[in-house]
C-alpha cells in the first residue's frame, strides 16, 4: 500500500521548495525525515535568475553560468557603469537548476518523494493537515507551501519577454551587464530593457514594464526588434524566447506563519516588491530555515520594517507618476554608488547609509507619496 502520511508535505515544488531541501538534507536527522513535494507541472523552470552576492562560493555555484563585476544602468543619452566589487552578479539557468534536482538531488535521496499532482484543498484540523489532490489525500504533520495557494491578484506585475540573441560580430562587452536601461522616450510607462551579455556576441535581452496587465506579446517584441536594431543592428539571430510575470506586493513577514503552515518563496513574500528580485532571499531564508525546522517558531530571514515602507513609496511612486520614477532612479544611479544601491536593495545597509541615499534624491515626491500611502 502507498503512504499517504510525512512528517512534512512541500505544496509546490518550484524554487522555494528546491532551495530549502538543498539546506535541509545537510541537518542531522533529514533521512529520517519522510517529506513528500507535489507539484502540479513537469516542472523544468523556464527562468533566468539573476542575484548579486558577496560570497566566494555561493551555495549554488556550480549551477552559475556566468558572473559579471561591472553593471552598467542608462536612461535616455545618460549612461553609468562601474565596478561592484565586493559583490559579483550571477545568473543560473532554471533549466540548470531543475535539471540538477531532477537528475542529480531527488534521486539521490531515498526519504523525498517527489509527485506531479495538483493539490486542491489543504485542512488543518486535530494538529494534522489533510491536503487533497487530484488523484489521492495525504496527511502531514507540517505543511510548507510555495505554492501561492489562495493568494490574492496583485495591483502590479513585472512583466517582461526576453530573447536570447546571437550576432555575427562582436557587439557586446561580455563583463558588464546592463541592469536598467530606460531607453523609451515618454513619461507614461515604467518600462526599461536588461541585458545579460554571455559572450561578446551572444545575449539575453529583455523588455520590461511595470503595470497592472502583461500586454500582447507583439507589443514587447517590437520594442525588443527596434532596441537591438538601433543600438547594435540587426545582424542577429534568436536561439530562445522566454517570457515571465512576476508579481510585486508589500508581504507580511514570513514568520507570520504559524507553527505547522510554513510559507517559503513568492508566498512568504520574499520577491522583493520594488525590484522582483527573489533568489537570494530564498537563499538566505531556506538556510536559517532548515536549521531551525525542528523548532516551533522556524528562524527566518528578518527584513526591518522599514524596507517594506520604501518599497511601498517606490512602488506607488512607479504606479502613480512612471516618468518621475524614471527621474529617481537616474538621480540614484548618477548619485550613489552601485555597491552602495545593491547593498539598499539587499536590505542590508544603515540607516545612516539610507540617509545619505536618499539625500540625494528629490524630496518632494517621496513626501507626496508617504501622504498618499497614509
Ligand atoms: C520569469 C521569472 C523570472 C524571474 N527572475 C528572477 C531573477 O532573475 N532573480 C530573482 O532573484 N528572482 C527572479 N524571479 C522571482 C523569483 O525568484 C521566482 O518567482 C521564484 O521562482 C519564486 O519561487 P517560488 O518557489 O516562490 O515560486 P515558484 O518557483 O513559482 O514555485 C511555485 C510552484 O508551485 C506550483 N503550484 C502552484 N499551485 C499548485 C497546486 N495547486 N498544486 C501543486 N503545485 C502547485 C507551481 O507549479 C510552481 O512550480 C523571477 C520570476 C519569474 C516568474
Known amino acids: 500500500m502507498k503512504q499517504n502520511h510525512y512528517d512534512i508535505i512541500m505544496a509546490g515544488g518550484g524554487a522555494a521548495s528546491r532551495i530549502l531541501l538543498y539546506f535541509l538534507r545537510l541537518q542531522p536527522g533529514f533521512d529520517q525525515l519522510q517529506i513528500l513535494v507535489l507539484e502540479a507541472e513537469n516542472h523544468i523552470a523556464e527562468k533566468t535568475w539573476c542575484f548579486w552576492t558577496q560570497q566566494q562560493q555561493h551555495p549554488f555555484e556550480h ?12 536612461a535616455g543619452d545618460y549612461t553609468t557603469y562601474e565596478s561592484i566589487n565586493p559583490y559579483r552578479y550571477c545568473c543560473i539557468h532554471g ?78 562587452d561580455e563583463n558588464r551587464a546592463l541592469l536598467m536601461d530606460f531607453a523609451l522616450p515618454g513619461n507614461d510607462q515604467f518600462c526599461f530593457f536588461y541585458l545579460l551579455p554571455f559572450s561578446n556576441t551572444k545575449a539575453l535581452v529583455e523588455c520590461t514594464y511595470y503595470s497592472a496587465k502583461a500586454y500582447d506579446p507583439a507589443i514587447y517584441q517590437q520594442q525588443i526588434q527596434q532596441y537591438l536594431l538601433k543600438r547594435f543592428g540587426n545582424h542577429f539571430s534568436i536561439y530562445h524566447k522566454e517570457q515571465g510575470a512576476i508579481p510585486l506586493q508589500l508581504h507580511k513577514d514570513a514568520s507570520d506563519a504559524t507553527p505547522a503552515l510554513i510559507n517559503i518563496g513568492q508566498s512568504a513574500g520574499m520577491i522583493k516588491p520594488s525590484t522582483g528580485y527573489a533568489f537570494q532571499r530564498m537563499v538566505e531564508d531556506s538556510r536559517l530555515l532548515a536549521a531551525s525546522l525542528h523548532k516551533e517558531q522556524p528562524l527566518r530571514r528578518k527584513r526591518h520594517r522599514r524596507f517594506r515602507f520604501y518599497d511601498g513609496l517606490l512602488l506607488s511612486i512607479i504606479q502613480e507618476e512612471p516618468g518621475r520614477a524614471i527621474s529617481i532612479f537616474q538621480q540614484l544611479f548618477s548619485k550613489s554608488s552601485m555597491k552602495s544601491i545593491l547593498t539598499f536593495l539587499d536590505e542590508n545597509s544603515t540607516i545612516a547609509e539610507e540617509a545619505k541615499i536618499f539625500s540625494k534624491l528629490p524630496w518632494w515626491p517621496f513626501l507626496k507619496h508617504i501622504k498618499l500611502l497614509g
Open 63 to 74: 549551477l552559475i553560468r556566468k558572473q559579471w563585476n561591472e553593471l552598467e544602468f542608462k
Open 95 to 172: 533549466a540548470d537548476f531543475d535539471r540538477y534536482f531532477n537528475v542529480a538531488f531527488f534521486p539521490v535521496y531515498p526519504n523525498l518523494t517527489l509527485l506531479q499532482q495538483k493539490i486542491l484543498s489543504t485542512e488543518h484540523t486535530n494538529h494534522l493537515w489533510t491536503v487533497v489532490t487530484e488523484q489521492q489525500q495525504f496527511t502531514c504533520n507540517r505543511l510548507v507551501s510555495n505554492a501561492a495557494l489562495n493568494q490574492p491578484a496583485t495591483p502590479m506585475l513585472q512583466h517582461f519577454h526576453g530573447w536570447f540573441i546571437e550576432y555575427n560580430h562582436d557587439v557586446f
